[in-house]
């Protein structure tokens, strides 16, 4: 069992910046790869960013590249996303998500339905 708890999300203006942070417990937080999924109003969720086990390897959507950066600190059990430069139509709620399956050490996961546990979200809000 693994459960996870959001925090970082808020209101900002267009060009501003916010971080997020998903502090995991339960089983080993080194054992599983994690990643960011975003779902704004009347959309599917989305991936957004995904980060392998070991925190070698990363992957972003397109729409965040270069905007966004996925980090894990294994000793702080958390993963973090900086978000720069955001937009308007970055406004979403955001989700972590743990992936504990039997992966390899450096592979980055970023379909939904790979994930097992999920957090309860947090709200960004991006203004014009």
């Known amino acids: 069992q693994v459960q996870l708890v959001e925090s970082g999300g808020g209101l900002v203006q267009a060009g501003g910046s916010l971080r997020l942070s998903c502090t995991a417990s339960?089983?080993?937080?080194?054992?599983?790869?994690m990643g960011w999924f975003r779902q704004a109003p009347g959309k599917e969720r989305e991936f957004v960013s995904g980060?392998?086990?070991?925190?070698?390897?990363?992957y972003s959507a397109d729409s965040v590249k270069g905007r966004f950066t996925i980090s894990r600190d294994n000793a702080k059990n958390t993963v973090y996303l900086q978000m720069n430069s955001l937009k308007p139509e970055d406004t979403a709620v955001y989700y972590c998500?743990?992936?504990?399956?039997?992966?390899?050490?450096?592979?980055?996961?970023?379909?939904?339905?790979?994930?097992?546990?999920w957090g309860q979200g947090t709200q960004v809000t991006v203004s014009s």
């Open positions: 339960g089983r080993a937080f080194s054992t599983y790869a």
């Open positions: 998500a743990a992936e504990t399956g039997a992966i390899g050490p450096s592979k980055v996961v970023t379909t939904t339905d790979s994930y097992d546990y």
């Open positions: 980060i392998s086990l070991n925190g070698g390897n990363t």
